[in-house]
């Protein structure tokens, strides 16, 4: 992950955006701002942002709005971050549910804003094949996944990847037919403490994608009181 990232904040709120801008800067990061979804929809036309920061009550266009229609019609797969003071778990799972990456109630600490970022960008930067990570595809039916560009496809057409999903995706992958514990993965993607939660949202989000049948997953499986495994096969 680099410091060098260049992040889109959305937020109506010109006295944070000018905060967050500042403060983001001052630790290396490239920073654009937009004062709502509008705004941001124009400057998304000719940039393309490592990682999303959005506020989620804007008028107009809502942030829950905005990323689902981001991930369901322009099939971008940055990572996005939601910002809100609506801090309740439904709130949070509907933020995950809509495709967010990560969810940081409002007021909150820039440092811990700084570190979610960092964060999210460690955890869905492309990395290379180690010992336990296959070097090549991982054979899903007729989609096959590319852990080392996090990528997925099926017949060939790559299926678009939030960056939450390709970095669970790659842990289950690096270690198939192993059973991780929600636990294990929320440590493993750092994510907070309604992170259990948010993963069983992404592997229901991953299965719509990998498999024929989600309500009868034959790849990514449940284990009853453990967690998931995934096991691969053509």
């Known amino acids: 992950m680099a410091d060098d990232a260049h992040i889109l904040v959305v937020d109506d709120d010109a006295r944070l955006r000018a905060l967050l ?6 630790r290396g990061f490239l920073v654009t701002t937009a004062e709502n979804a509008t705004d941001a929809r124009r400057k998304l036309e000719f940039l393309s942002p490592d990682l999303m920061v959005l506020d989620v009550m804007m008028p107009g266009e809502s942030g829950l709005e905005m990323v689902r229609s981001l991930r369901e019609q322009q099939g971008a797969t940055f990572p996005v971050l939601l910002l809100t003071a609506r801090g ?10 809509a495709g967010a990456d990560d969810y940081l109630g409002k ?3 820039p440092l811990e804003l700084v570190l979610r970022i960092r964060a999210m960008l460690r955890r869905t930067a492309p990395v290379s094949p180690t010992a336990d990570q296959p070097a090549g595809p991982v054979r899903l039916g007729a989609a096959e996944f590319e852990p080392g560009r996090g990528e997925l496809r099926r017949n ?3 299926i678009h990847l939030t960056g939450g999903e390709a970095a669970l995706l790659s842990l289950l992958a690096g270690s198939p037919n192993t059973v991780f514990s929600r636990e294990e993965i929320a440590a493993a993607l750092g994510t907070d403490e309604s ?4 993963i069983d949202v992404q592997v229901t989000r991953l299965r719509r994608k990998i ?9 990514l499986h449940t284990v009853r009181g453990r967690g998931y495994v995934l096991k691969p096969g053509g």
């Open 107 to 109: 007021p909150f600490e």
């Open 21 to 26: 801008q500042r403060y983001l800067a001052e």
């Open 88 to 97: 309740a778990p439904e709130d949070r799972i509907a933020g995950f549910e």
């Open 195 to 198: 992170g259990e939660r948010a």
């Open 156 to 158: 060939g057409v790559v």
């Open 211 to 219: 498999e024929a049948d989600p309500r009868e997953p034959r790849y």
